[in-house]
């Protein structure tokens, strides 16, 4: 298979960009049409000149203008990072590369006799095994996992790590769907995730919800267990995460709060600017200990999972909110229906026993035991500690879509709703079949009526909420 310096010995000077006028085609939204050329000087020697792209040409994680490079050097334009002695099919528009991030998770090394393997053709017999080399020759390979919903927040981080993939010992590869393509080959997404070195994972329900990724998230559980990925948990949006295996893991940002909350943030740079310095942390730990590992100095591998996190946790997860919002509903019915039964009682006195068996007067009591209950419930819900008294004693409170506090206004619908329905199926018959539907409407959507048609959601209680 031809090299991407056979290319340019056979052409002489290539145009690499997105445009398909270019010799060599990278699509890639961070790559200009005509981002930089490569020249043959003789010798094994080449030129690389940047050709006034928006976002630069790395030599060896130095920007450059023009650079005199050699075959080993490790050249970088948006998120792609390539040799020129790595492998190139001329039927495609785009290096070969696969070989180099099918090899050991810690960092894929790229040395000669490597690269003469990549020319030949893989036999089953034979295996590049991981070298030790200079940190120069070495790719540090991070996968953003994350749903769909999510993928404005990966494409975003990815901007902000743009200096730090630039600011390393070490070059740095960011890996998502979001620099992938309709219809490029997707079968290697899962040995993409397998050897990635650090995994970041943006939790959000969606995430959770969503078939693929939560079969990715499994995985990338796995690789953790397992040693071979360091996973970095990312709170993108509210969601019940201490239900999660994550939260037995440092979650990202450290004040717990998403990186979209408004209440918490001045801006989104601000948020994101955060946790990309909690990444640039981890990284200079996650290299300085697979040095050690790699020269002896350590035995001490650079991922170990002092924890074990339980791989499939979907089914105990929502069933676990579940219960936990059961138990704070029939806690706030003690908390203000003691009272108001006791107030009942005190102002109608010896005649109460008889009125309880009129049903006028039953269904007079109801409506008003509703309307109290969500009065003084949205009052509770849209103060400081966003949650009623039963929900603030087990921990959750309560958010709008954007996770931000409820306005009394949208706390008062969205116990309108819940009343209005308890009130509407006050009869047992129907109160039975009101527990069922929400109950199969839970199972479905992992959401109660009042949630959906309020637009709200449940969410952790942090510490300083």
Known sequence: MQSIKELIEQKKVIVVGSSSTCDWVLE??????????????GDSRYLIADLGSRHGTFVNNEKISHKEINENDFVSIGSKIFQLKSAFDAGQTVPTDKQERSQSNHFSS????????MKREPNENQRDEPKQESSKNTILQIYCLYASEDEQAAIFLDKHLAALKHN???PIEVIGDFNRKAGDDRSNDTDLLKNANIILVFISADLIANEASYAKTMLAIDNHNKGKSLLLPILTRRCMWKDTPFSLLPLLPKNLEPLYSKKSWESEDDSFSNVVSEIKNSIEVYYKKEQEYQSGK???KPVEASITLKTDFRSGYYWGIFW???????LD???LGIPFYILMFLIY???YQYLVQDSDFVLGQAFLWFAIAAIVYSFFESGNNMASPGKKILGLIIVDAHSERLT??????RNLIKYGILFLTINPVLSLIYIIAQIAFYAAKHQFFQDMLSKTMISPKNKKN
Do not use: P, W
Request: include cysteine; glycine fraction near 4%; proline fraction near 0%.
């Open 333 to 335: 019915n003690l908390i």
């Open 349 to 351: 006195q010896d005649e």
């Open 110 to 117: 790229q040395t000669n006799s490597s690269a003469e393997g």
């Open 298 to 300: 350590s035995t001490f």
């Open 28 to 41: 890639d939204f961070l790559i200009d049409e005509k981002h930089c050329q490569i020249s043959s000087i």
């Open 324 to 330: 936990k919002r059961t138990f704070a509903y029939m």
């Open 408 to 413: 009394y206004g949208k706390a008062l619908v």
């Open 168 to 170: 390393q010992k070490i």
